[in-house]
């Protein structure tokens, strides 16, 4: 027997469980399907400085259990599963999942986004650590004050990166493993005239080396082949995002990386009753409490939508 919901949040980081609070709150019942990484991407990550009410700071996996605490409190059920099939055709909606099968009068979907990695043993090893493998400066730069550290990448997200971390830390390097970079003029020009920034053109990351922390890189000349170590105590992917949108396609309108599109101002998608926020619908900002706050959106469009057509 499927189980029903008046609200079925698909998603357990920032955004979904915010949703349920605001959901549960209402007295809406939700029922949310927590996803292959209960708690998202903030479970991965050591120290968490930035979210407001935490001036001593949190562990990433502490502050999700918080956010999971209130959101059970309130009388949100979780199930541990993953969504892999839904049908929005029909309300209500339906969302197959590996255990069981879901049915929303609303669905809200927080399914998040994925950092791209380099697939290196040790990056993964250190990134699961904390031991100084990141994807987000904004986030973690402030721990690599007066630090060397190495971003790689080459669009706007990766020089935006490196000049952000410029402010802190001694130097940085940007490393590329083509000749030239895709991002724009404006933002190239920023960061190669930046003194502190210092380009690695044809350039690929081997290995990262380190026990417990990041003390250096193995690199690749892309053209001679050549070998040589760079050390830095920081390592910055900014590859770029992939959100978690797959079983949406052909279903919700999405743009051409695959980033669900909501009604300017809303959480609104383009189907009726079905909700999108986070960082599934969020390529900007892509922070944990800009998640939350569109979770809260999400809960009160769903809510405001059922009383209205339900």
Not at 59 to 75: C, S
Not at 156 to 169: P, S
Not at 189 to 211: F, Q, S
Request: net charge negative; aromatic share 8%; with cysteine.
């Amino acid at each position: 027997m499927p189980t029903h919901s008046r609200v079925l949040i698909l998603g357990s980081g920032p955004a979904g469980y915010t949703a349920a609070i605001y959901a549960a709150r209402a007295s809406l019942e939700p029922v949310m399907v927590a996803g292959p990484e209960p708690g998202g991407q903030l479970t991965t990550t050591t120290e968490v400085e930035n979210y407001p009410g935490f001036p001593k700071g949190i562990t990433g996996p502490d502050m999700m259990e918080e956010f999971r605490a209130q959101a059970e409190r309130f009388g949100t059920k979780l199930h541990y599963d993953m969504g892999v099939r839904v049908d929005l055709s029909r309300r209500p909606f339906v969302v197959e999942g590996e255990a069981d099968t879901y049915h929303g009068d609303a669905l809200i979907i927080a399914t998040g986004a994925s950092a791209k990695w380099l697939g290196l043993p040790n990056e993964q090893r250190l990134r699961m650590s904390g031991g100084g493998v990141t994807a987000c400066a904004t986030c973690d730069g402030a721990f690599y004050r007066n630090q060397d550290v190495a971003v790689i990448g080459g669009g706007d997200t990766a020089m935006e990166e490196a000049t952000f971390l410029t402010r802190m830390c001694r130097s940085v390097h940007l490393i590329h493993r083509r000749d030239t970079f895709r991002a724009s003029k404006i933002m190239q020009t920023r960061a190669i005239e930046n003194p502190k920034i210092t380009v690695h053109y044809n350039t690929e990351v081997a290995d990262v080396l380190g026990g417990d922390r990041v003390v250096g890189l193995a690199l690749r000349d892309t053209v001679t082949g050549a070998a040589r170590e760079l050390a830095v105590t920081g390592l910055f992917l900014a590859i770029g995002h992939q959100p978690n949108s797959d079983i949406f396609k052909g279903q919700l309108d999405m743009d051409e990386t695959g980033y669900l599109k909501v009604r300017p101002g809303s959480t609104y998608t383009n189907i009726p009753g079905v909700f999108a926020c986070g960082d599934v619908a969020d390529k900007v900002y892509r922070q944990a409490v800009s998640a939350a706050g569109t979770g809260c959106m999400a809960a009160i469009d769903a809510e405001r939508w059922l009383a209205e057509h339900l």
